[in-house]
């Protein structure tokens, strides 16, 4: 990314471009089971383990273990270029004005190739030799699906905003602002009803347009800082994961239409020079608006939450710090809460995280100019066991996946600062 800044006459301005070049190789192996290494076929045997089938018995080399497994290879190349260009206008002594344009490039190419290794000459019940056997693989000429997708999308967003500045420690403000979310292609192709694959699910851009009026403020000599804010933004084809509960696989896909709005304040306050204080409040208030007819077959519904979106949220946090002469000791803790939330588009019991207050403390000691500093810190105090992620597709697979939080955590941190 460039950018070029500068001020001219009443206008201070903005002006870049930004180049985005991703290139992933993935591939997904699941072990279908093996047989220590038994060799059924007659193929010669030399440097191989053998096995004795007498008596009901298998004998095999010890310390080897051949298996078959199922490669799922994934490429997918992005790129993605933009141009942009921001200005504020000073009217008068007190209003501004800001306008911006953003144009965004985006293309994502996609390839899969899945095959079953057998190379290892693993005895099996499905009587697969013993080669590499492509499935959902360009190499398979049955296929019914492309195994190679591309797309392209291009949009240009726009950025009003209206400044009112009465004084040098109050600023009031309104903006409106449009986002730009590109499409893409599902992570891989589903299992249809005659036991091959289909073609993979593609989904659209995402776009929002964002408003947004508050105040920013300082006041009691600049020892209290208070930003008010209250927002809505309105989002068409919303991205989202959705469970194909036929094939028990997520897909990305264009949900709905919705709306989020809500509310967030700032506080921070400084009423001696040692002592600090830090909170901050969101209020958020989620609905959709118009579903996709598609995702209603998930179990969507209208009266369900977005995915990560906590009705509350919060944060307080206070510090301390003494001179010492030789050195200064600052003592921090923080505290953070979120109100009940879900991981996924369909709110089941399933994948909902309760809500949970977290807090975390800090010990400083900096040495002389404060190059050298010297911490410890503990992390998930009072050890709160809360879910990180979830997938719940107990309903088509019976099978529920969970990521839990890491427990209490104590450290130490010795830092050096170069320069000045």
């Given at each position: 990314e460039l950018q070029l800044t500068g001020e001219t006459g009443r206008f201070r301005w903005l002006v870049g471009a930004f180049y985005y070049d991703e290139n992933v190789?993935?591939?997904?192996?699941?072990?279908?089971?093996?047989?220590?290494?038994?060799?059924?076929?007659?193929?010669?045997?030399?440097?191989?383990p053998v096995c004795n089938f007498a008596a009901g018995q298998q004998y095999a080399t010890p310390g080897i273990n051949r298996k078959i497994t199922n490669n799922q290879a994934f490429e997918l190349d992005v790129k993605a270029m933009a141009l942009f260009g921001q200005t504020t206008i000073r009217l008068t002594d007190t209003w501004s004005a800001t306008l911006g344009l953003r144009w965004t490039d985006e293309e994502k190419d996609q390839a899969y190739d899945f095959f079953i290794d057998n190379s290892a000459r693993v005895a099996n019940a499905a009587g697969l030799p013993p080669i590499v056997f492509p499935t959902f693989s360009p190499r398979n000429p049955n296929n019914r699906a492309p195994t190679a997708y591309n797309a392209s999308w291009s949009k240009t967003t726009p950025k009003v905003g209206l400044e009112w500045k009465p004084s040098d420690n109050v600023m009031y403000y309104?903006?409106?602002?449009?986002?730009?979310?590109?499409?893409?292609?599902?992570?891989?192709?589903?299992?249809n009803s005659t036991g091959t694959f289909g073609a993979i699910v593609p989904y659209d851009p995402e776009e929002m347009d964002s408003y947004e009026i508050g105040v920013k403020s300082q006041f009691a000599e600049d020892r209290v800082r208070l930003n008010v804010a209250v927002f809505q933004s309105k989002y068409e084809g919303i991205q989202l994961l959705a469970l194909d509960v036929q094939s028990g696989f997520f897909n990305t896909l264009n949900a709905a239409e919705s709306r989020i709005r809500g509310a967030e304040v700032e506080l921070l306050a400084r009423p001696i020079p040692q002592f600090e204080l830090q909170m901050g409040l969101g209020y958020t208030d989620d609905e959709y608006q118009e579903l996709s007819p598609g995702v209603q077959i998930s179990g969507l519904t209208y009266d369900m939450h977005l995915p990560l979106t906590p009705e509350l949220n919060g944060s307080l946090g206070a510090q301390y710090t003494w001179d010492l002469g030789t050195g200064a000791l600052s003592l921090r803790g923080d505290y953070t809460y979120k109100s009940e939330f879900?991981?996924?588009?369909?709110?089941?019991p399933g994948n909902r995280q309760g809500g949970f207050g977290l807090f975390n403390a800090r010990a400083t000691y900096?040495?002389?100019?404060?190059?050298?500093?010297?911490?410890?810190?503990?992390?998930n105090l009072t050890d709160k066991v809360y879910s990180t992620n979830i997938q719940d597709i107990v309903g088509p697979l019976g099978v529920r996946f969970e990521s839990i939080s890491a427990p209490r955590e104590w450290g130490l941190e010795v830092r050096y600062r170069f320069g000045n």
């Open positions: 190789d993935h591939v997904n192996i699941v072990s279908l089971g093996g047989n220590n290494g038994c060799l059924p076929f007659s193929v010669p045997t030399s440097g191989y309104a903006s409106w602002a449009q986002g730009f979310k590109s499409g893409g292609f599902a992570g891989r192709p589903n299992p879900w991981y996924e588009a369909v709110n089941s900096a040495f002389g100019d404060g190059k050298w500093s010297v911490a410890a810190y503990g992390l």
